[in-house]
């Protein structure tokens, strides 16, 4: 009982595929449950309702998505479970409006993702001018920190994702990594282990293991997902997932349906 609920398709921009390839994709992997989850319109940078073309989908484009999605579930309903998701950026401060605005759909599930702090984009190569590593990893934390208590996300995606460009100073649990670890438990919401860091070369998934034996030892509640931009992405690297999911000390994943968590146990 194995799901993927990290997937994107053509309309972000920089994915292939559309929703079916997807879901015929996990069929073949054997999955018992597929999770649609393309990147949410960017809200933050402005009027403009498509402000980084080739980033993310237009906001005209989400209620499509949401309707496509619908005909994708009831099409395979009987062959594979497929839920309804949307990856969605946090940003300080739109807490009310990424509340809001997910409770007017029928998603199963949201991921929310720290890709930007402010306007810089955390997979720029530089830094913003005048910001160090240090500081920037405190904002990164602490941003998290505050997605996770917003109340507008079911799962956290990519907990490290900073070290893609190799932004992250001290590698090691820090007390503000570790505190962060905390507030997620605290705050109920569930992290991913994203595979994609091993396709990406970065030698391991989001989050490193030894970040995610802490977010064990504080009962996190975990789920998987590949981050696929390619049909055959989907499920990739699932059986090391699960061994380090088992080596690490969890016992069980969790999936998810109208927004609600239920468990499935790894063994």
């Given at each position: 009982m194995i799901v993927d609920y990290h997937t994107h398709h053509h309309r972000c921009g920089h994915a292939s595929g559309n929703l079916e390839d997807y879901v015929e994709a996990a069929v073949r992997a054997g999955l018992s449950e597929i999770g649609l989850s393309d990147h949410s319109p960017i809200y933050h940078l402005?009027?403009?309702?498509?402000?980084?073309?080739?980033?993310?989908?237009?906001?005209?484009?989400?209620?499509?998505?949401?309707?496509?999605?619908?005909?994708?579930?009831?099409?395979?309903?009987?062959?594979?479970?497929?839920?309804?998701?949307?990856?969605?950026?946090?940003?300080?401060?739109?807490?009310?409006?990424?509340?809001?605005?997910?409770?007017?759909?029928?998603?199963?599930?949201?991921?929310?993702?720290?890709?930007w702090l402010g306007r810089w984009s955390i997979f720029s190569p530089e830094l913003p001018a005048g910001r160090t590593p240090e500081d920037i990893y405190e904002e990164y934390l602490l941003t998290t920190q505050a997605a996770a208590r917003s109340g507008a996300y079911d799962i956290l995606g990519h907990l490290d994702c900073l070290k893609t460009r190799g932004h992250i100073p001290d590698p090691g649990i820090t007390p503000r990594l570790e505190e962060t670890v905390q507030v997620i438990a605290e705050s109920g919401v569930a992290v991913e282990l994203n595979t994609s860091g091993w396709r990406k070369g970065l030698g391991e998934p989001y989050p490193r293991e030894e970040l995610l034996a802490v977010c064990c030892r504080y009962r996190v509640p975990v789920t998987l997902g590949s981050d696929a931009h390619r049909p055959e992405h989907v499920a990739a690297g699932f059986p090391e997932a699960v061994a380090l999911l088992v080596r690490v000390g969890y016992t069980s994943i969790v999936r998810f349906e109208g927004r609600k968590r239920f468990e499935l146990p790894l063994r």
């Open positions: 402005g009027d403009d309702p498509h402000p980084l073309p080739g980033t993310a989908m237009s906001r005209h484009e989400f209620p499509a998505y949401v309707r496509e999605m619908t005909g994708v579930r009831d099409r395979f309903a009987g062959r594979i479970a497929v839920r309804l998701g949307v990856e969605s950026d946090y940003v300080l401060g739109w807490d009310d409006h990424y509340r809001d605005l997910w409770r007017q759909y029928p998603l199963d599930y949201v991921i929310g993702s720290v890709h």
